[in-house]
Every structure is written in structure tokens, then in C-alpha cells.
């Protein structure tokens, strides 16, 4: 079982940054892939970032590649995802998840543990 907490969303101007953070509970966490994904409303959760349990590997949706980065801290139960250089089509309800099953995946229904949500709105 694995309990997840975004915190960091808000409203930054375009060009900005933010820094999403995700505590994470429960004894499986430091073996589970960790992933960040957006919705907006009317359209499916997408993909942005995940990071592997060791944290030695990552991928990004094309969408956000060389803006985004995503990291984890095992000790502190903690994943992060900086957002850097954001634009208008940033904005959604950015969710932490947590796959405790398989080795990699960029899935949303591969995931068994969300989080409730951060909005993130970037305005023009």
C-alpha cells in the first residue's frame, strides 16, 4: 500500500518554473516506479515523467523533454518533478503515481496509486 500527497501547484506566469513534490507512505514505495501525470478537463491523463525505483532511470513525454525533471529521494520518501520554461499548455491537474507491479511504464492504468491532484495553471 502506498499513500501519495502532491503539494507545490499554483498560477506562474509563462516562461516560469515550479516545483511539484510528493510524499509518499508505505513500505513498497522505494521499489516502486514513480510516475507525474496531467489532465485537463475533457481529455485523458497523459504521461509526463517517470523515474525507476533506483532513480537511475527516467522518461518524458515529448512534450516536456529538456523543460522537465523528475528525481526521488528513497530516504525522505519523496519524488519531485521541476518544471521549467512553462507555457499555457502546461496547465492541468498534475497527478503523483506509484506502480508497484512492473519494472517500467508510462500506462496510466499501469499504476495502482495516485494521488488527490495539483493544479498547475500557467498564464500567457
Known amino acids: 500500500q502506498v499513500q501519495l500527497l502532491e503539494s507545490g501547484g499554483g498560477l506562474v506566469q509563462a516562461g516560469g518554473s515550479l516545483r511539484l513534490s510528493c510524499a509518499a507512505s508505505?513500505?513498497?514505495?522505494?521499489?516502486?516506479?514513480m510516475g507525474w501525470f496531467r489532465q485537463v478537463p475533457g481529455k485523458e491523463r497523459e504521461f509526463v515523467a517517470a523515474i525507476s525505483w533506483t532513480g537511475h532511470s527516467s522518461d518524458y513525454a515529448d512534450s516536456v523533454k529538456g523543460r522537465f525533471f523528475i528525481s526521488r529521494d528513497n530516504v525522505k520518501n519523496m519524488v519531485y518533478l521541476q518544471m521549467n520554461s512553462l507555457n499555457p499548455e502546461d496547465t492541468a491537474v498534475y497527478y503523483c503515481?506509484?506502480?508497484?507491479?512492473?519494472?517500467?511504464?508510462?500506462?496510466?492504468?499501469?499504476?495502482?496509486?495516485w494521488g488527490q491532484g495539483t493544479q498547475v495553471t500557467v498564464s500567457s
Open positions: 508505505g513500505r513498497t514505495f522505494s521499489t516502486s516506479l
Open positions: 503515481a506509484a506502480d508497484s507491479q512492473s519494472n517500467w511504464s508510462t500506462r496510466p492504468t499501469e499504476y495502482d496509486y
